[in-house]
């Protein structure tokens, strides 16, 4: 069984510009969320995908947005990078009926650095 | 507004005796409780876990107490052990939503 893997694993980009970041779910879940770690403070929730559709989202501008495929990976594309985009970003898949979230496994996570 | 505060940063704790994390929460409407331990360079990983309608939960090593009256639950970690050394991350959510509400974390240190 393999686990939650994301990429890349760091990357550098400057404001203004866009970014994509993956997510493969571990094998049979089909459910992903993503969240934006700051540093020195706890995950905060972006959006989640059940099925391939957007299942809700948390405070993130548009310029966040995501798309799950029919295999259950994952991006998360930002756009219009800002200084303040920097962060850990994590995805976490879990098998949920869709109607409640079940333990979430997460994945490493992609460092963003925007200069 | 900050739903969920691990007010320790920090905690040092010797080999062998118990380690006690805390946790406090503002909104009445959780009713799940989780706790993840996060390693530097992965993520967050599930430890463990308690509902509303218990006050709580065990497993090994691992306690999680829950106080609604205090809007508070605790980890308890019995006997400390080096490999426990790592962030310790409390969360929280109501059921009929999916969005996990995360703490900043306390990290843990366990002296030899």
């Known amino acids: 069984e393999t686990g939650v893997t994301q990429s890349p694993t760091h990357l550098i980009k400057t404001r203004g510009q866009q970014v994509t970041l993956r997510c493969s779910s571990q094998?049979?879940?089909?459910?992903v969320s993503w969240y934006q770690q700051a540093l020195g403070q706890g995950p905060q929730f972006i959006f989640q995908?059940?099925?391939?559709?957007?299942?809700g989202r948390g405070n993130f501008p548009p310029r966040f947005s995501g798309l799950q495929f029919p295999n259950y990976s994952s991006e998360l594309n930002v756009n219009a990078l800002e200084l303040d985009d920097s962060a850990l970003y994590l995805c976490?898949?879990?098998?949920?009926?869709?109607?409640?979230?079940?333990?979430?496994?997460f994945g490493p996570g992609t460092r963003l650095l925007v200069l | 507004d900050q739903q969920v505060k691990q007010n320790s940063p920090s905690l040092s704790v010797q080999e062998g005796r118990i380690s006690i994390l805390n946790c406090d929460y503002t909104?009445?409407?959780?009713?799940?409780f989780l706790w993840y331990k996060k390693y530097p360079a992965e993520g967050p990983t599930f430890l463990i876990s308690?509902?509303?309608i218990k006050d709580k939960n065990e497993d090994g090593r691992f306690t999680v107490f829950l106080n609604k009256s205090a809007k508070h639950l605790s980890l308890h970690i019995v006997p400390s052990q080096p490999g426990d050394s790592a962030v310790y991350f409390c969360?929280?959510?109501?059921?009929?939503?999916?969005?996990?509400?995360w703490g900043a974390g306390t990290k843990l240190i366990i002296k030899p």
């Open positions: 308690i509902s509303s």
């Open positions: 909104n009445s409407m959780f009713d799940y």
């Open positions: 976490a898949s879990s098998l949920d009926s869709g109607t409640g979230g079940k333990t979430q496994y």
């Open positions: 995908y059940y099925r391939e559709e957007e299942n």
């Open positions: 969360a929280a959510r109501r059921d009929s939503n999916y969005q996990l509400i």
């Open positions: 094998s049979g879940h089909n459910t």
